[in-house]
């Protein structure tokens, strides 16, 4: 259901952030990895910011990275309806992954 939509999205976050979706040894406002977030997805350069830097490597195409994070901020609505159904993320990742499956320098 729609609560399941927005557990996968707080997955998502934690993959790309390299966070943990509560963690109480960082400041109060940064506690929650979904709150903290959440305002940063929709803007390319801050969602750089936030993201693993594991990630920034040959192995993961940036794009990818970002384009999984904005699926996240979907799964996140705070309107239930608003959230894509679980059949629309798995059509958006699979392209992702044929991204992933490329050399990087095409």
């Known amino acids: 259901a729609m609560s399941?939509?927005?557990s996968y999205g707080?997955?998502?976050l934690e993959l790309v952030t390299g966070r943990k979706s509560l963690d109480?040894?960082?400041p109060v406002r940064e506690q929650t990895l979904a709150d903290w977030a959440l305002p940063m997805?929709?803007?390319?350069?801050k969602v750089l910011g936030i993201l693993d830097a594991r990630l920034g490597s040959d192995d993961y195409p940036v794009r990818s990275v970002q384009k999984a994070a904005m699926l996240a901020y979907h799964c996140l609505?705070?309107?239930?309806?608003?959230?894509?159904?679980?059949?629309?993320?798995?059509?958006s990742?699979?392209?992702l992954?044929?991204?992933e499956l490329m050399p990087a320098n095409v």
């Not at 997805?41 to 350069?45: Q, V």
């Not at 609505?77 to 059509?91: C, E, F, G, H, T």
């Open 77 to 91: 609505s705070s309107n239930p309806k608003a959230r894509p159904l679980m059949r629309d993320i798995v059509a």
């Open 4 to 6: 399941d939509v927005y």
């Open 10 to 12: 707080v997955v998502l």
């Open 97 to 99: 992954q044929q991204l």
């Open 41 to 45: 997805l929709t803007h390319k350069k």
């Open 24 to 26: 109480k040894s960082r």
């Open 93 to 95: 990742l699979e392209p």
